[in-house]
């Protein structure tokens, strides 16, 4: 398209020239009165003189694109009132609208002059709706567009105007967000487009000049952190919020461990600390720590996720330990955030002693699950290899009376400790776990935790060439062979032998390789609490949870092999000697899709798994 084409088009746009159709956008009259009764109240409270002020002089957005007001959405700041003018203009609209408007719905202003080739050009929505009035009206088009609060017509009118002119009216994190909302509610897909690269823009943005305006390198991640609350409501697509968060960490992994701070930050910084704020250009600071843990997600999500576990292995020391050090960083438990740290120490053998130390210090040793406390941190502590133990022998007993002691008799064993050298003000004593991760991407209603996982029938039957019982565990769709729950590794397994008529299904519990620890010893147990697992089937190409079990594994051994805990004979799938490729995967039926049997995995509280 020319220039001048361009030119053209963007005068056009509010014009009743050349005009074919019309826009309304309405409301429910009662989220309109709603929003002008608190914000009256609001301007009640404000003395006269800010009043007066420039806030004052703002007006509510005409339709043809007068200056506005910012006005938000639902679950934000309230609605800034339409001045006297605006709403007298309002009230006479309601009866002016033509009949098809509900007669619980309020027109939001004039009528927005549009023009059919621009509108059915660029929206799926309005090319049907102008579909539909031809068909029934001819010519002069009415198009009602519903929008759930009076603050959305600012962003509506910015999405429509992105046809006009292929040009966003916004900048910041915020603005982008909510005119995403819109544009994906009017199904103009080239201003969503147009959004989600301006959002990757501003978090990647590497100009100098850039940076000390907006606040230094996070800047961008910091906008987006602000107004995480938009993000979840933006109707984006999975795979879209995955890279936005995906290029958050790269930009975390880069610059969290040389963040710009104050003089005193800076101080703590060239001592080894961890930056503790980034400068917002939308607000007050942000912690570092805030960021890592929003970006990075919760720690069984991280430990499940291979790309996310890479990018936080990238991480520098200073990063890592802001990391831990946040309050908001969720865990199904603290044994799974030592992992994570020893997972981390791994990928950085030349980190020192005592930045090892400084991060080992941030781990919560009380809240760590029994078998990790009572059965695998003795054993951690009386390592010996080309590293150092986590904690002496002589400390452990203390923390261990101090995690089974009754909260009356805990200041004394603080004391007590305090008096023989021990740091009783690190995370080792600290009595408050970490919050417990919600429900998001990869997790299930409640917060449980969900994983799929899949058995290659091929890779099946080339196993039954040489033997005539088979053990397949399971392959994760993001996490590969196995998932982390409560610091262990945890693998589905299903067991096939010749002749009988059906297999075994059992949930199997390895101890992580990064501890280390010599496994020739006897047998711990472990448990991952209350799981379940689910065999689907395909029945008219939909999927069904076919076979499932569920409980609380209380004992599961922990050895130089895989232990496992099932059931029998769980899954009708038959094996005979003289098979062949194709009469094993006929044997399967309805429980093969794909040429793969899928699972799934799910970890939780009592009563959740059972009801899902």
Not at 185 to 212: F, G, K, R, W, Y
Request: one cysteine or more; glycine letters at 8%.
């Amino acid at each position: 398209m020319s220039a001048r084409t361009i030119a053209f088009l963007s005068q056009a746009f509010g014009q009743q020239e050349n005009s074919d159709c019309s826009l309304v956008f309405c409301c429910n009259s009662t989220a309109v009165a709603e929003g002008l009764k608190e914000a009256s109240a609001q301007e009640q409270q404000q003395d006269s003189a800010a009043e007066k002020g420039p806030a004052a002089d703002k007006e509510l957005k005409d339709i043809s694109g007068a200056p506005t007001t910012q006005s938000s959405e639902r679950g934000g700041s309230k609605a800034a009132k339409p001045p006297a003018k605006r709403r007298r203009t309002v009230q006479t609209q309601r009866n002016s609208q033509p009949e098809a408007l509900p007669s619980d719905s309020m027109a939001l202003g004039d009528p927005l002059p549009a023009h059919t080739l621009i509108l059915s050009g660029g929206s799926e929505r309005f090319r049907a709706q102008l579909g539909r009035w031809v068909e029934e009206q001819g010519y002069g088009a009415v198009l009602h567009v519903p929008l759930d609060s009076p603050g959305d017509l600012q962003h509506a009118l910015s999405a429509v105007k992105f046809l006009y002119t292929g040009k966003l009216d916004a900048s910041d994190a915020a603005t982008l967000l909510r005119v995403r909302r819109q544009a994906a509610h009017l199904q103009v897909e080239d201003c969503t487009e147009a959004c989600d690269e301006a959002l990757l823009a501003l978090i990647t943005a590497a100009q100098p000049s850039q940076q000390q305006q907006a606040g230094g390198p996070l800047a961008g991640v910091s906008q987006l952190y602000c107004c995480r609350d938009l993000l979840s409501r933006a109707d984006m697509a999975p795979a879209t919020l995955r890279k936005l968060l995906d290029v958050c960490r790269q930009q975390l992994v880069k610059h969290a461990g040389s963040a710009p701070d104050s003089g005193q930050q800076q101080q703590q910084q060239e001592a080894g600390a961890a930056p503790a704020v980034v400068p917002s250009s939308t607000g007050g600071p942000v912690l570092v720590g805030e960021l890592l843990a929003w970006a990075f997600g919760d720690a069984p999500s991280l430990m499940n996720d291979q790309e996310v576990r890479k990018q936080m292995e990238a991480l520098p020391a200073a990063a890592m330990e802001a990391l831990l050090d946040c309050d908001s960083f969720a865990t199904d438990s603290e044994s799974t955030v030592l992992l994570m740290l020893l997972t981390w120490l791994e990928a950085h053998p030349s980190c020192t002693a005592e930045s090892e130390q400084r991060l080992l210090k941030l781990i919560r040793l009380t809240q760590l699950s029994r078998t990790y406390l009572v059965r695998l941190l003795p054993l951690l502590a009386c390592r010996v290899d080309d590293k150092r133990s986590i904690i002496s022998a002589q400390e452990l007993r203390i923390v261990h009376d101090y995690a089974s002691a009754p909260e009356d008799e805990r200041a004394g064993i603080r004391r007590g400790a305090d008096s023989e050298g021990y740091d009783v003000s690190s995370a080792w004593y600290r009595a408050v776990p970490r919050p417990e991760p919600t429900a998001g991407e990869g997790s299930g209603s409640g917060g449980s935790r969900s994983y799929e996982w899949s058995v290659d029938a091929t890779k099946l039957w080339a196993e039954f060439q040489s033997t005539d019982t088979v053990n397949m565990y399971g392959e994760f769709t993001s996490s590969g062979p196995c998932v982390v729950a409560n610091g262990l590794e945890w693998y589905p397994g299903v067991k096939f032998t010749k002749g009988k008529d059906a297999a075994d299904i059992y949930v199997y519990c390895q101890m992580p390789s990064v501890l280390r620890l010599n496994q020739t010893w006897a047998s711990l147990l472990a448990s991952p609490g209350f799981y379940r697992v689910v065999v689907y089937k395909w029945v008219g190409g939909q999927r069904k949870a076919d076979h499932m079990f569920a409980g609380k594994l209380c004992g599961v051994g922990l050895g130089g092999e895989r232990c496992g805990w099932g059931t029998h004979n769980a899954l009708p799938v038959k094996c005979t000697h003289q098979q062949r490729l194709q009469q094993l995967l006929a044997s399967f039926g309805p429980y093969l899709k794909d040429g793969k049997l899928w699972g799934c995995l799910s970890f939780g509280k009592a009563g959740e798994l059972e009801t899902q």
